[in-house]
């Protein structure tokens, strides 16, 4: 099974400020790597995938990284509706698995 | 618009059975992968199975693997769950995911969820 591991697990940041939030895995991915943000009581969004594509609809401060078992996901200005949970996910291998998220919260 | 509406969750014993269901709308319903992710309380999502978008390749978390069963129906654009022998660490919001490609990709669309107790 590949590990997923984020850092940090809390990033205290102010709004307007950049946030950078990493991911490494176990073992290679390739570039299979997406990118998950949460809020209280709403299902995940998909953000990025393919380490560096940004899915429908989101915005362009959201930006990812990486290759092989590195992966950063950078928001260059926060806005308050980007305070939630992040998740970064492997999709390579089965079984498919997710890091212990990143909680983004207001400084 | 995409739209994925799950239904069948509940409450229940261990040991119990329960089929979930997840109705997708504003896509081609056969042209993509599906799966199911979990997300117990007070934890991060957990991918529990998935299914390719003719149905011919599933696979499976080995937390839920023999106990699990997920299927399709392209004709009623609609994706299954059946779970037997329930435990307790099965307890969770139960979401319904469309995938980017026909084989597998990233996590693209998710339902809104539907829980499930399985509480003694």
């Known amino acids: 099974e590949i590990m997923m591991t984020q850092s940090p697990a809390t990033l205290s940041v102010s709004p307007g400020e950049r946030a950078t939030l990493s991911c490494w895995a176990s073992q290679s991915v390739s570039s299979n790597l997406g990118w998950y943000q949460q809020k209280p009581g709403q299902a995940p969004r998909l953000l990025i995938y393919?380490?560096?594509t940004r899915a429908t609809g989101i915005p362009a401060r959201f930006s990812g990284g990486g290759s092989g078992t590195e992966f950063t996901l950078t928001i260059s200005s926060l806005q308050s509706e980007d305070f939630a949970v992040y998740y970064c996910q492997q999709y390579d291998k089965w079984p498919l698995t997710f890091g212990g998220g990143t909680k983004v919260e207001i400084k | 618009e995409v739209q994925l509406l799950e239904s069948g969750g509940g409450l229940l014993q261990p040991g119990g059975s329960l089929r979930l269901s997840c109705a997708a709308s504003g896509i081609t319903f056969s042209n993509y992968a599906m799966c199911w992710v979990r997300r117990a309380p007070g934890t991060g999502p957990e991918w529990v199975s998935s299914?390719?978008?003719?149905?011919?390749?599933?696979a499976y978390a080995d937390s839920v693997k023999g106990r699990f069963t997920i299927s399709r129906d392209n004709s009623k654009n609609t994706l299954y769950l059946q779970m037997n022998s329930l435990r307790v660490d099965d307890t969770a919001v139960y979401y319904c995911v469309k995938r980017v490609t026909a084989r597998g990709g990233a996590f693209e669309i998710w339902g809104q969820g539907t829980m499930v107790t399985v509480s003694a």
């Open positions: 393919g380490t560096s």
């Open positions: 299914i390719s978008n003719s149905g011919d390749t599933t």
